[in-house]
C-alpha cells in the first residue's frame, strides 16, 4: 500500500500559519472484509428453561418432580450458595432447603444458575429428543431432591398428599 501525504495551510484566523499533515491512505482492493461468525443453533435443553424477555433474569426457578405432577418454586433471593462437582452434580443452598440436582453435562446448566438466569429445570424424560440426537451439550437430569431444612415444611407437604390420597380413594405414599 502507498500513502501519501499532503500538506495543507489552515485559515490564518485560527492559527498563526502552522503547516498542518494530513494522511490519505488510498482504498487497497486487496484488502480482506472481517470474518463473519458462524451463526450456530443453540443447542435443544429438554431439561431447563432460561428467563426471556422481561423475564430475561426471573425471580424464582421452577422444579418439577413426578413428571410435573409436583412444582415447587424456589426463589433466587433465597439461594445463599451453588457447589457443582462434575462427577456427582449441582446442590443449591437456600436459606430454607438443599436442592440437589444429579445428572450429566450439568456445565451449561450451572453456569445459567450462577448467572440467575434459569426460570425452570425438571428431570429429563426420555421422549424430549428425537431419534438418538443426545448431543454432549444436552443436559441430562436424572434426579431432583429438595431438603427442607424446616422439618415442619415437609409435614405439611406430606398431610397435603395423605388428604389428596383418602379424597380420592387411594392409599398409600407417593412422591
Known sequence: MSKSIIMERLPEKHTDRILRERKVVPIDSNVKEPEKKSTTLPVIQPCFKTGSGENKYPHSIKIQLNGGETNKSMDYIH?????????????????????????????????????????????????????????????????????????????????????????????????
Request: net charge negative.
Open 79 to 175: 439461594l445463599r450458595d451453588k457447589h457443582y462437582d462434575r462427577d456427582a452434580g449441582i446442590i443449591l443452598f437456600y436459606t430454607n432447603a438443599t436442592v440437589t440436582i444429579y445428572g450429566e453435562h450439568l456445565d451449561k446448566l450451572y453456569e445459567l444458575l450462577d448467572n440467575r438466569k434459569i426460570s425452570s429445570i425438571s428431570v429429563f424424560d426420555n421422549n424430549s429428543l428425537r431419534g438418538g440426537d443426545q448431543d454432549d451439550d444436552v443436559a441430562i437430569v436424572t434426579e431432583i431432591n429438595v431438603k427442607y431444612k424446616d422439618k415442619e415444611i415437609d409435614q405439611e407437604i406430606e398431610k397435603m398428599r395423605q388428604n389428596a390420597f383418602k379424597k380420592k380413594g387411594n392409599s398409600g405414599y407417593s412422591r
